[in-house]
């Protein structure tokens, strides 16, 4: 299943990347979303761009269908890389691995300047099971 969703925010590419690689604010988004046992196996520079990857425990609403194949509680992998900016836009991949279930989801990232100090971010992924 392929899902794309765009946000334009008002601050520079350069701000939203800031925030975007910033180890303290991955750790707040979990804790926001009630993810425990999280482990960040890795969160800087990369070369020349940039890579984060966490273990942590999850708790989705899972639909009728789904519950008879998948648990609610999962552990899961989730890993992202940077390239380097490149005029205006900042490009990325991630990936999420649930363990233990035959579900991973493959996705880009792609933030662009849009001028006047605002930043478009798309995230399109393939979640497949």
Known sequence: MDLTEETTYDATLAEVYAVETDEAEYLARFAEGGDRDVEMLECGPDGDG?????RRVITVDLPGFAQKALKPTN?????????????????GTFSIDVQGAPVRTDGTI????????????????????
Do not use: K, S, Y
Request: contains cysteine; charged residues 30%; glycine residues 8%.
């Open 50 to 54: 940039w890579a984060m990857r966490n």
């Open 75 to 91: 552990t899961i992998e989730h890993t992202v890389r940077f390239a380097p900016a490149v005029d205006g836009r900042q490009e």
């Open 110 to 129: 792609v933030f662009e300047e849009l001028g006047d100090g605002r930043t478009r971010h798309t995230v399109r992924c393939d979640v497949q099971v």
